[in-house]
């Protein structure tokens, strides 16, 4: 039994335990920070195992979900990081959020005696086993945090097969990167989805050259061209395939950072013929979202960042992380303001959403409910999938 052991054995260990966070953020270049909060909380030092003294900054952390099973699948943490003034930016040294994906994250426990500094700082230091996981997935970002889905590497003896990481349930192929528009030196992986979303089907309908978006919640987005009707419950009929919306009043962010509430419409098809009043929850409904193409609009961001406003630009897709007034076309790219709107979800679901998609046969930019199911998913992003010949 070590030290450590017995010194947590005791009803009261006379230390706060501590968890300790490193970031590789690029080859060989680190981040260390660890969960503070309080205002004038200061940095810590901790060594590693070869003695090396390193210097944790305090950053708001909420981590979820952590722990060992010993059957079923492994457990995907979360870990919530406030980012109010661009805490987590300037810690990864101004990159994208979007470049974390796919990055080690290490987790380190210890007893807070155990610092440097304090009577009880030793080479190598006394801490629990490490746990090491991979950045899987952006699951939610604002302007007040990101969070981050996190997943264990599937590791045999230190190697990776084939020269990657697996991560069940989730494609490790990079979103759109062998698409036929990515010149050939230049592809990676195996997802050929359009680079700007073009749909991967031949159809003989006569919106075959619509394209399609979706975002990470695996929502369609379609132009606010598309003429929805307002549904009213109790006197609706809705036809299968069709659009409509209904309202509802939620808290908005205003220009100036405050909050107020505002009636806001939302985004609903059809699944089928039904007068059932849309909802989340609903089998004869899917949510959509809608995006603008004007820059002398108003993009909206809200509490719930699932609802914040996207525009269409240049063909690429942009989703608002603050409102945004007349937004000049110089400032919507990846940054403080704008993040990309078109993501992939990393499921088999994301990605059957995806390459069985039609275009809707008489609405304009409209998905059909009705899919393709001829057309295969990429071969070697899921298990089970049927190879390409």
């Given at each position: ?52 003294v390193r210097t944790y900054e305090p950053v708001p ?236 609009n108003t993009y909206y961001a809200y509490s719930d ?14 989703q608002a992380l603050t409102t945004r007034v007349s ?63």
């Amino acid at each position: 039994m070590t030290q450590l052991d017995k010194e947590i054995q005791k009803q009261d260990p006379g230390s706060a335990l501590i968890e300790l966070y490193v970031l590789e953020y690029s080859a060989n270049t680190f981040a260390y920070f660890f969960g503070g909060v309080e205002e004038d909380l200061s940095s810590i030092q901790f060594r590693d195992e070869n003695g090396t003294v390193r210097t944790y900054e305090p950053v708001p952390i909420v981590a979820e979900g952590y722990g060992a099973q010993s059957d079923g699948s492994a457990a995907r943490p979360e870990l919530s990081i406030g980012n109010v003034g661009n805490t987590l930016s300037s810690a990864i040294g101004g990159l994208d959020i979007e470049d974390l994906i796919g990055q080690r994250l290490t987790k380190r426990t210890t007893l807070e005696k155990y610092l440097v500094g304090n009577a009880g700082d030793s080479t190598p230091p006394l801490e629990f086993p490490k746990h090491t996981y991979i950045i899987d997935r952006i699951k939610d970002r604002s302007i007040l945090s990101v969070t981050f889905e996190l997943a264990s590497p599937f590791d045999v003896a230190g190697i990776t097969l084939p020269r990657r990481h697996i991560i069940g349930g989730s494609c490790p192929f990079r979103y759109r990167e062998a698409a036929g528009s990515v010149a050939a030196a230049s592809r990676c992986g195996g997802c050929n989805w359009g680079q700007k979303s073009g749909f991967a089907t031949t159809s003989a309908s006569s919106n075959a050259s619509s394209t399609i978006y979706m975002n990470r919640y695996d929502e369609y987005i379609v132009s606010d061209d598309i003429s929805f009707t307002t549904f009213t419950a109790g006197s609706t009929t809705a036809s299968a395939g069709g659009y409509y919306k209904t309202v509802s009043n939620v808290a908005r962010l205003n220009a100036n950072g405050t909050l107020s509430n505002a009636n806001t419409n939302n985004y609903w098809q059809a699944l089928g013929a039904t007068s059932v009043t849309p909802s989340d929850t609903s089998n004869s409904w899917r949510r959509v979202r809608v995006f603008g193409t004007g820059t002398s609009n108003t993009y909206y961001a809200y509490s719930d960042s699932k609802r914040n406003d996207y525009i269409l630009l240049s063909g690429n897709l942009w989703q608002a992380l603050t409102t945004r007034v007349s937004p000049a076309t110089a400032e919507i790219k990846e940054g403080l303001n704008w993040t990309t709107g078109d993501v992939c979800g990393k499921k088999i679901k994301s990605c059957r959403l995806r390459f069985h998609s039609l275009p809707h046969p008489s609405v304009s930019g409209g998905v059909d409910i009705a899919t393709d199911k001829k057309v295969t998913l990429p071969f070697g992003g899921f298990p089970n999938v049927k190879q390409r010949r």
